[in-house]
Nanobody, 117 residues
Framework: QVQLVESGGGLVQAGGSLRLSCAASGSIISPNAMGWYRQAPGKQRELVAVITRDGSANYADSVKGRFTISRDNAKNTVYLQMNNLEPEDTAVYYC???????????WGQGTQVTVSS
C-alpha cells in the first residue's frame, strides 16, 4: 500500500521560510511526477509546483521565484523550499504522487502552513 507522509509545516512570519518534505513509501516504482498542492479556507485546491522524475519542474505563477521544488528519486521524496512567504500562502499543503499505470495517484494527509503578517 502506497503512503505519502508529509512534514515541515508550521507558523512563520511574513518574509520567512519553510521547507516541506513528503516521502512515498510502499511503492517500488519511482513516481512519474510528484507535486505540491494547497487549499486555503473557502478556496479550491490549487497546484503549487510539480516535478517529474527527470527533474523538470513547473510552478504556479504566484510562487515563481519564491518556491523551489526538488526530489530525491532514491528516497522517493519530494521537497518544497518556500522563501519570502506571504500571508496569502497560508493554506493546507498536500503532497501528490503520480505512480500510474501500475499504481495510481496518491495524496498526503496535508500539512498546515500559516504565515502571519
Amino acid at each position: 500500500q502506497v503512503q505519502l507522509v508529509e512534514s515541515g509545516g508550521g507558523l512563520v512570519q511574513a518574509g520567512g521560510s519553510l521547507r516541506l518534505s513528503c516521502a512515498a513509501s510502499g511503492s517500488i516504482i519511482s513516481p512519474n511526477a510528484m507535486g505540491w498542492y494547497r487549499q486555503a479556507p473557502g478556496k479550491q485546491r490549487e497546484l503549487v509546483a510539480v516535478i517529474t522524475r527527470d527533474g523538470s519542474a513547473n510552478y504556479a505563477d504566484s510562487v515563481k521565484g519564491r518556491f523551489t521544488i526538488s526530489r530525491d528519486n532514491a528516497k522517493n521524496t519530494v521537497y518544497l523550499q518556500m522563501n519570502n512567504l506571504e500571508p496569502e500562502d497560508t493554506a493546507v499543503y498536500y503532497c501528490n504522487a503520480d505512480i500510474r499505470p501500475i499504481y495510481g495517484i496518491y495524496w498526503g494527509q496535508g500539512t498546515q502552513v500559516t504565515v502571519s503578517s
